[in-house]
């Protein structure tokens, strides 16, 4: 007897196998992300769009849908390799030490957030120029209430830095006066505003098309410093906070009253000029902290200070903002747009 096959039998059967066999190489594949990617250090021109494996959160870790993430001065260098060693950085690199999105994921051992918080901060390796970053949970916080998520994204890294700057090393408090280098930068924009919160008097640089912005944040003092020397103005102040370095700090030193202190973001000050002065050094690097940021967006949120956002640039434009951040002449921060405003 011959066998005559039943070609409706086996087309239904084909059909099976195959999405049995799809079903597993999907179930095998990771999720994949759009990302702004170094697979080499260098100039800004090495900066790639890219897919990549989207990442998972361990167990302390919470998984962020990044909506916005802020572009830092210290961009450059960690792109260049400058860090490698001293960070860890490691090959391929994602930038961004800003961030603000919502949580999509928490691991097992993270109880202060869930999914669907709003949050913002600093991811101590970066990654935040992506659509999904892994954060520690301790590296973020709900995001202020009072700011869109691009203006959030604005926020952590400088404002964590004029913190812990004045806060936590040089302890000022109401009465003493600071001067601020760089008063419309990054951090120095909110060293301005966080010294005023403090209720102390503040003296501030900046070039001549920032003078206005100086005394919009609070200034007491505004110094064009193409046009005057600091020194001539700032006489016996309690506090220096320094993101220029080189002449700028060495001048700093013969300003500070005896006790007083002199910070510097990107040098180590003298210790035998500051013994003989008798006033104090620091040498100031930023770390992520939930509390100082719960303490920022509470600020925030009381209008006692606010992140300034020079322009909102989409992803496209990473190399321009890379770019423009290896000049130190950033008004505020410049941002980078990952996804939409989440609405309501």
Known sequence: MKFVPDHRLLAFLVQVGLAFAVHFVRADEKPMMKAVVAHEYGAPEVLKFDEVPRPEPKE????????????????????????????????PLIPGYDIAGVVEKTGAKVTNLKAGDAVYG???????????????????????????????????MGALTAWQALVDTAQLHPGQTILVHGGS??????????????????????????????????????????????????????????????????????????????????????????????????????????????EIARLIDTGKIKPVVTEVLPLSEAIAAQRQAETHHTRGKLVLRIADEPKG
């Open 185 to 294: 930068g990054g951090v120095g924009s909110f060293a301005v505003q966080i010294a005023k919160a403090r209720g102390a008097r503040v003296i501030a640089t900046a070039s001549t098309a920032n003078q206005d912005l100086l005394k919009q944040l609070g200034a007491d003092v505004a110094i064009d410093y193409t046009k005057t020397r600091f020194e001539d103005v700032a006489k016996d102040v309690d506090a220096v906070l320094d993101p220029v370095g080189k002449e700028t700090l060495a001048r700093s030193y013969g300003v500070v009253k005896k006790g007083g202190i002199v910070m510097s973001l990107v040098a180590r000050p003298d210790p035998a000029e500051c013994a003989k002065r008798g006033i104090r050094a620091a040498a100031i690097s930023v770390h992520p902290d939930a509390e100082d940021l719960t």
């Open 60 to 91: 302390d870790e919470v998984l962020v849908r990044v909506i916005a993430s802020g572009v830092n001065p210290a961009d450059p260098l960690t792109l260049s390799g400058k860090y490698a060693r001293e960070f860890g950085t490691h090959l």
């Open 122 to 156: 600093y991811p101590t390796f970066g990654g935040g120029w992506a659509e999904y970053v892994t954060v520690k949970q301790w590296e973020v916080a709900a995001k202020p209430k009072t700011l869109n998520f691009a203006e959030a994204a604005a926020a952590p």
